[in-house]
């Protein structure tokens, strides 16, 4: 016995959750027959092979040696990804102009070699002017350059 | 002749003023873009999709083809001048060429780089305009059985092709697959796994995966060994090589491009394969095969054309059959359904304009390269010199940005975000999101055809293997599958994606 720790049976039991999901969630959907298939048929029947090569794979993780399971690195995901989250919550609120580069500096300290220092600040004020430019006013994408709590 | 004819249409369309500068514009932002050290051609494609969306189809699909050269070539540049490959195809191609890099040769091994590539894709060019006519010929009578076969075809080549444990790249397959269905099913009106929300009835759009999980995901993998990043960048000087330089290349040049343009027709991602198996043909060939790894050009010169000559036949199957052979060219049908165009067999005779067009675009952009490059050398240093720790936060502000652009909506950024966690995870189990994204692509596509072939023969799966066309690209598919199950061929296979480490 290898243990749990391994990348197959993980992986397996990663697939198996994400299978049985797939067909749980299914089981409203009309399956039809295999002439005529129902909305609910291709998926179910993808959703079973996947939950059954996970099956295969976390078997293979239980009973054969394997490469353990690589540390998951929890501080720059959260700071990345929360970035994004961040940009996603507060544009219409914040603006572009204002929601950037906050954002940016989420994501900036994410890195073992984030420093506050002058000519990043500059470099960060000046991406978010060009961006401003390009996106809002050049390509027209339609986010608020400030948003409503700037009253715009 | 009616190839000459096309070919001149195809001249009036990539030759308009504005066709040329957009492709200009690609070459440059794509090699720009692709020689940043960890961002891969689907990465850059996927960030500057949206750029795309305004123009019309032709411009958009020449300039992408235009951004994915660039890409392609700028990532030969940072394994070049860095080692640092941005993605498995430059792998083999980082093995000489930083070694010539150190010896004082990086110019000549840029110069190499280039040339092959010119010479590569020209030919491939070439191909594309005699063959794939006739394939799309072929594919015109390909009914709902066969299309269905041959996307199987293409899913097993992915899986064969992808590095690591077979059981997972099946497993990311379909997990691709079952992603491509959520949204409104096209046959019922039905609502498949939308969770009640109105922002995913039309299904979620190819770019958000593709953005989550290669341009965050890669993002926190590269974040883990942030340390290691050697900046050791050598004065780039002797561009020219000499005639005795070219003597040598010709002969690699030559196989390297005979090799990338047939395998980069199969379906499953050829480029990486053509320069491994371009390496190792000219590892074989040579008289001094020991030079090999220590700064051998032919180590440059082969690869580097065997990759190009693929990169370009891939666009065979995508705009012959629809169907993708690699993620980027999941995302051109991404674009291409996006402009309003279907992909298939059809396209060469509906969009004369759009083949024919990128096809003499292709020769452009690869002429552009040779052009461009060679010159700018000095500002792609400055590039690849940019701190990562700069770099990161604005591809994560670029591809938020791009992917809001899509819907104008924000409820797609939270969905990129998640899709950034999945492919980081993933990755950590050693399952890749390339059959991911193909999967992704490839899901409504199969249903669709799954489901006419079953109405067609009312319910009965033999008639798959009862007509022909169909029954050998399936049998060839299950070859396929059994090559790698074979223990002699795993073995070599395990070898291959060893020397990649």
């Known amino acids: ?152 | 002749m009616d190839l000459l004819s096309d070919l001149l249409l195809g001249a009036q369309t990539a030759f308009s003023v504005w066709n040329l500068l957009y492709c200009l514009l690609g070459v440059f932002l794509g090699t720009a873009i692709g020689v940043l050290p960890g961002l891969g051609p689907t990465a850059t494609i996927a960030m500057l999709l949206p750029v795309t969306f305004g123009l019309a189809p032709e411009t958009a699909l020449i300039m992408l083809a235009g951004i994915f050269y660039g890409a392609q070539y700028g990532g030969s540049t940072t394994a070049i001048l860095v080692n640092l490959p941005g993605e498995s195809s430059s792998v083999v191609t980082a093995l000489d060429g930083y070694q010539m890099a150190r010896k004082g040769q990086a110019g000549k091994a840029l110069a190499t780089a280039a040339i092959g590539s010119f010479v590569a894709g020209s030919i491939a060019t070439v191909l594309i305009a005699f063959f794939a006519p006739m394939l799309a010929e072929v594919a015109l009578v390909f009914g709902p059985h066969e299309y269905f076969s041959l996307m199987v075809l293409g899913l097993a080549a992915s899986v064969v092709l992808a590095s690591g444990s077979l059981l997972h790249a099946v497993g990311m397959i379909l997990f691709g697959l079952i992603l491509g269905l959520i949204g409104t099913d096209v046959n019922s009106g039905e609502m498949r796994y939308t969770f009640g929300l109105w922002s995913l009835a039309d299904g979620i759009s190819f770019v958000i995966v593709a953005m989550g999980v290669f341009g965050l995901g890669e993002i926190l993998s590269n974040l883990e060994n942030e340390t290691e990043r050697s900046t050791v960048l050598t004065k780039v000087t002797g561009l020219m090589p000499t005639r005795n330089d070219l003597k040598r290349i010709a002969a690699p040049v030559m196989r390297g491009t005979a090799i990338g343009s047939v395998l980069g027709i199969l379906p499953g991602g050829g480029a990486m394969l053509a320069s491994f198996a371009s390496y190792a043909i000219e590892k074989k060939a040579s008289k001094r095969p020991q030079d090999f790894g220590k700064g051998a050009i032919e180590g440059v010169a082969g690869p580097e054309s065997a990759n190009n000559a693929g990169a370009q036949t891939s666009f065979i199957p995508m705009l012959t059959l629809g169907i993708p052979s690699n993620p980027v060219m999941a995302l051109m049908i991404g674009a291409l359904i996006m402009q309003g165009i279907q992909p298939g067999p059809s396209v060469i005779q509906e969009q004369p304009v759009l083949f024919w067009g990128l096809i003499v675009s292709m020769w452009v952009g690869n002429l552009m390269l040779l052009v461009l490059n060679l010159p700018l050398i000095g500002l792609w240093v400055k590039m690849i010199s940019i701190p990562y720790g700069f770099l990161f936060p604005a591809i994560v502000a670029f591809c938020a940005i791009g992917v809001f652009s899509l819907n104008n909506a924000t409820f797609d950024i939270w969905l990129m975000g998640l899709f950034g966690i999945a492919g980081y995870v993933l990755r950590k189990l050693d399952c890749e999101p390339a059959p991911l994204l193909l999967g992704f692509v490839l899901g409504p596509m199969l249903e669709e055809h799954l489901r006419r072939a079953m109405l067609v023969s009312r319910g009965d799966a033999t008639t798959f293997v009862s007509r022909p066309i169909s029954a050998v690209l399936l049998i060839l598919a299950l070859l396929l599958i059994a090559s790698i199950l074979a223990p002699q061929i795993r073995a070599k296979r395990e070898e291959a994606f060893q020397d990649e480490e």
């Open chain 1, 1 to 152: 016995m290898q243990g749990h720790r391994t990348k197959d049976f993980w992986a397996g039991v990663v697939y198996v959750t994400l299978g049985l999901a797939t067909v749980i969630l299914g089981r409203d959907l009309p399956m039809g027959s295999a002439a005529r298939m129902g909305a609910g048929y291709f998926p179910t029947v993808l959703g079973g092979l996947l939950a059954l090569i996970g099956a295969i794979s976390a078997a293979r993780g239980l009973l054969r040696p394997g490469e353990a399971v690589p540390r998951i690195h929890i501080r720059p995901m959260i700071l990345v990804i929360g970035a994004t989250f961040f940009f996603a919550a507060t544009l219409e609120w914040l603006g572009l102009a204002v929601a950037l580069p906050i954002a940016i500096l989420i994501t900036a300290s994410a890195s073992s070699t984030f420093r506050l220092a002058p000519v990043p600040v500059v470099g960060l004020v000046l991406f978010t002017v060009f961006c401003v430019l390009v996106f809002v006013r050049g390509l027209g994408v339609p986010m608020p350059m400030l948003g409503t709590l700037f009253g715009a």
